[in-house]
């Protein structure tokens, strides 16, 4: 059996906060929820066991509920030091543990394929530590500051976590530095060595940082908001398992990627509403009324709403001098505040049946703003933001919202703005819809899935 150990024992001395770290939310989670749900879904992990402050056992155990981390099998009391929360971990894992996984709780980019190297490599060599590359030349310096030797970098590597042992060999290596009076090391591997023990090393990934101070927290933020999620391939017999009789809304969506993602939903078995001004129910997302008669509409008929997807939006090339006042509230009234408008209408459903999810188009265009486009490109990027921020204050109530980010599309709108353009370049609607369905597979929320240009001419 594999087990991880998670160490979320920190009291964030170099955090500046008041609130310990690992409980900090990011794009609407924990932090330590963010890395629990990675070794839960993971099929090399077959339990889990949690060292926290003891101020933090029951908080940890709502953490579990809320989010059906069912692996999790015990949350206990860690030590003063990493070593001895290490230690405590190990000692909870119980005879039946054959392998062990130690990972930091504030590594929140730990991946499947790291976790899967891990195991595979842990049945071999019985120690195995997770390395990347250094880009920096380390210097060796003197007592006096005066550098002493210049390693050879192709030879040096920066550790992460998870760290892999065989379960008898890591808990003889603590057993051994306690002993011998080793109380603060910070490495578990370090430990193995000193058995004279050879370790192994799997490569890692740069963005499995480890969130250590303020800045750090920012950059997070930032890898949330940009990363492309690993949005894996299912089959279409997966695709209807999921999604088959799911009542879908998908506003805009008569046109577009809306109009493919509906069509695509019919296939899966979906009871699904394409919605626009035209329609019946019609719906008109800047206006608070047509909304709420829309939803209220389906609900009644449905009795439930799963998923409501916005795919409506406008661009308008103008630069700022010689944009209108009415043109720039024309950009904004439909990108962003008909977002907000069918977010407060949606989440009344959401809430009272007790789940719910909320999905937005936005483009490519929102992480930097260009010449022409300021309206168009703020006003995705304020729909990021918005629903980010919506993301955390409704993750309690089991509801998700996430956001797609498309690169350029052949869609009728940009054909308006756009003209004739060379159809390798732009993705499909088709593909864009494929992809937004493995989307909703994921169980994430307050996240950016980012849709490239990675399609072959027979998707086209």
């Known amino acids: 059996m594999v087990k991880a150990v998670i160490l979320a024992s920190g009291i964030s001395e170099r955090f500046s906060s008041e609130k310990p770290k690992q409980f900090t939310k990011l794009a609407g989670l924990p932090l330590l929820v963010h890395t629990l749900k990675i070794f839960q879904h993971s099929k090399y992990v077959d339990e889990i066991i949690v060292t926290t402050n003891k101020d933090n056992i029951e908080l940890v155990w709502n953490y579990i509920n809320l989010y059906s981390l069912s692996k999790t099998i015990k949350v206990v009391v860690g030590g003063k030091s990493r070593q001895e929360s290490s230690y405590i971990g190990l000692s909870c894992c119980g005879n039946n543990t054959e392998y062990v996984l130690i990972h930091d ?11 899967e190297d891990l195991v595979d490599s842990v049945k071999i060599h019985k120690a195995v530590d997770t390395v990347i590359p250094s880009a920096d030349t380390i210097v060796e ?14 030879f040096l590597r920066r550790g992460q976590t998870p760290q892999a042992f065989e379960y008898q060999l890591v808990e003889h290596a603590h057993e051994k530095a306690i002993a011998d009076g080793i109380e603060n090391a910070t490495d578990d591997c370090a430990l193995v060595l000193r058995l004279n023990h050879p370790v192994f090393t799997i490569t890692g990934d740069e963005q499995n940082m480890k969130i250590t101070y303020p800045l750090d927290l920012h950059i997070a933020d930032k890898l949330f908001q940009l990363r492309s999620h690993d949005v894996q391939n299912r089959t279409e017999m997966e695709l209807l398992h999921e999604l088959k009789g799911k009542v879908f809304i998908v506003v805009g969506g008569t046109s577009g990627i809306g109009k493919a993602l509906a069509e695509r ?3 899966c078995g979906s009871i699904v509403y394409a919605l626009g001004r035209e329609t019946t129910p019609s719906i008109d997302i800047t206006k608070p009324k047509s909304i709420d008669n829309a939803l209220s509409f389906i609900f009644q008929k449905e009795h439930r709403l799963d998923f409501i997807i916005n795919c409506a939006g406008d661009l308008l090339r103008r630069n700022v001098a010689f944009m209108e006042e009415d043109e720039w509230n024309y950009i904004y009234d439909l990108n962003i505040k008909g977002a907000f408008l069918l977010s407060k209408s949606a989440l009344k459903y959401f809430k ?14 929102y992480t930097r703003g260009r010449g022409g486009y300021s309206a168009y490109s ?14 955390e204050e409704v993750s309690d109530s089991n509801i998700k919202v996430n956001v797609v980010s498309p690169a350029r599309v052949a869609t009728p709108l940009r054909y308006r703005n756009f003209g004739k353009e060379d159809s390798q370049m732009l993705l499909s609607p088709k ?3 494929d992809r937004i369905l493995m989307a909703f597979l994921m169980d994430t929320t307050g996240s950016v899935f980012e849709i490239n240009g990675h399609e072959s001419a027979l998707e086209r």
């Open 105 to 115: 709780g504030v590594r929140p980019f730990v991946t499947e394929r790291i976790i």
């Open 141 to 154: 310096i003197d007592s006096k500051g005066f550098i002493r030797e210049i390693p050879d970098r192709s």
């Open 265 to 267: 939903l019919l296939e």
């Open 352 to 365: 009272e049946q007790g789940f719910g999810y909320l999905l937005f188009v936005s483009s490519s265009s």
């Open 378 to 391: 703020s006003s995705k990027a304020a729909l990021v933001n918005f629903c980010q921020a919506l993301a």
């Open 431 to 433: 593909y864009v819809a």
